[in-house]
């Protein structure tokens, strides 16, 4: 995950080309602006790749290449490449938080009986995955299932709000449990029944 000097010349290179004004920067500020503009293409990159993601629900193969082709970096990756971009401590700990949802996901719609539901899917830890959708219906159920070959470890049970968007959840752990999976399941669990009353 660590980004090569080479690469982070280039970049440097680039983010000269659009602004000139750049070469006035500290090392550290150059060190923060190329930082955020590798994180800001990132971004504009994935936004990109995820308008053209539709799936059919009971398309298992499409299923699985998806949840296949969702990266995982382990804490001490995250830490390393969240002080490349030189934030301040509060942004810091915002930007290692949400760093599965941002980097580690992926949006799009499924096709259900022939309406499109949007959806997140989310991969926690290295076996660990949180389906979000706009609906509820069987048929994602099912699709997601056969991709990862059993019923759901978790199920919200109800629309929960984030924001003006509502979504429903659901959570699969492939394999066999590591504690850190337990741990979050456990976390997810209570706090959908806190929702729910």
Not at 9 to 38: D, I, N, Y
Not at 53 to 82: G, H, M, Q
Request: charged residues 30%; contains cysteine; negative net charge.
């Amino acid at each position: 995950m660590t980004e090569n000097p080479q690469t982070k010349e280039a970049v440097w290179h680039t983010l000269l080309e659009l602004v000139p004004q750049a070469r006035k920067l500290s090392q550290e500020q150059r060190l923060k602006m190329t930082g955020l503009m590798r994180q800001s293409l990132l971004l504009q990159e994935k936004d990109k790749k995820e308008a053209q993601n539709v799936y059919r629900s009971k398309d298992a193969p499409a299923l699985r290449a998806l949840v296949e082709s969702l990266p995982f970096a382990d804490r001490e990756e995250i830490t390393r490449s969240v002080e490349e971009l030189q934030l301040d401590p509060e942004e810091r700990e915002m930007e290692i938080a949400n760093w599965a949802f941002r980097r580690q996901s992926a949006e799009g719609e499924l096709l259900v009986r022939e309406q499109l539901v949007p959806f997140k899917l989310v991969r926690l830890y290295r076996d660990f995955f949180l389906l979000l959708c706009r609906t509820v219906a069987e048929d994602i159920t099912l699709g997601f299932s056969a991709v990862f070959g059993k019923s759901p470890d978790a199920f919200s049970g109800q629309t929960l709000q984030t924001g003006e968007q509502s979504w429903t959840g659901w959570v699969w752990v492939r394999g066999g449990e590591a504690n850190e999976d337990r741990e979050a399941l456990a976390q997810i669990r209570s706090l959908w029944k806190e929702i729910g009353r």
